[in-house]
Structures are given as structure tokens and as C-alpha cells.
Nanobody, 126 residues
Framework: QVQLVESGGDSVEAGGSLRLSCVAS????????MAWFRQAPGKEREGVAS????????SYVDSVKGRFTISRDNNKNTVYLQMNSLKPEDSAMYYC???????????????????WGQGTQVTVFS
């Protein structure tokens, strides 16, 4: 079992930045695919970025490329999502997800991740 706790969500003006954190605990041994998803009211959950903890290979959804950066600190069992140049359409609940598996490049299927955090709210106002 893996427990995930997100933090860092806030309300920010368009063009601003936020950094989300996801701390993992429990069975954190071995490599894992860690991902960020988001879900806005009335919309499906959307994959944003993923990273493989051993090797650091990353993937991003097209809408955030060049603005968001996913990274990890294995010593702290923490994955980050640095979000720059935020837009109102980035507003959503952001969830951290984990799977003891390789990440599939440019593929974000919620069903592939058995472990989820409770989410952290990001609101971008113009």
C-alpha cells in the first residue's frame, strides 16, 4: 500500500506560479510511476504529467508543455509539479497518483494507478 498526500494548492492570478507537492509513504521501495491528474467540475479527470522515479523520464499533456515541470526527490519520497504561466483553464482539483510500474509515455489512464491522494485545489483567476 502507498499513501499519497498532496499540498500546495491555492488561488493565484493568471500568469502566476504554484508548486504542488506529493509525499508518498508506505511501500515506496522500487521504481514507480508518479503522476499528476486534474479534474475540473463537470469534466473528466485529465492526466497532466508523469515521472518514473528511477531515471526521471517525464511526460506531459500538450496543454501544459513548456509551463509545467514535474520532478522528484527520492530521498524525500516527494514528487513536485511546478506550474508557471498559469491560466484560468488550469483551475481544477489536482491529484497525485502512483503505480508500481513504468510510466507509459504520453499516456495518462486513471485506471492504471491504484494509489491516489485526496487532492489539492488550484484556482486561477483573471
Amino acid at each position: 500500500q502507498v499513501q499519497l498526500v498532496e499540498s500546495g494548492g491555492d488561488s493565484v492570478e493568471a500568469g502566476g506560479s504554484l508548486r504542488l507537492s506529493c509525499v508518498a509513504s508506505g511501500d515506496t521501495s522500487g521504481g514507480a510511476c508518479m503522476a499528476w491528474f486534474r479534474q475540473a467540475p463537470g469534466k473528466e479527470r485529465e492526466g497532466v504529467a508523469s515521472i518514473y522515479t528511477f531515471g526521471g523520464h517525464t511526460s506531459y499533456v500538450d496543454s501544459v508543455k513548456g509551463r509545467f515541470t514535474i520532478s522528484r526527490d527520492n530521498n524525500k519520497n516527494t514528487v513536485y509539479l511546478q506550474m508557471n504561466s498559469l491560466k484560468p483553464e488550469d483551475s481544477a482539483m489536482y491529484y497525485c497518483a502512483a503505480a508500481h510500474a513504468y510510466c507509459q509515455r504520453q499516456v495518462f489512464r486513471p485506471g492504471d494507478y491504484p494509489y491516489w491522494g485526496q487532492g489539492t485545489q488550484v484556482t486561477v483567476f483573471s
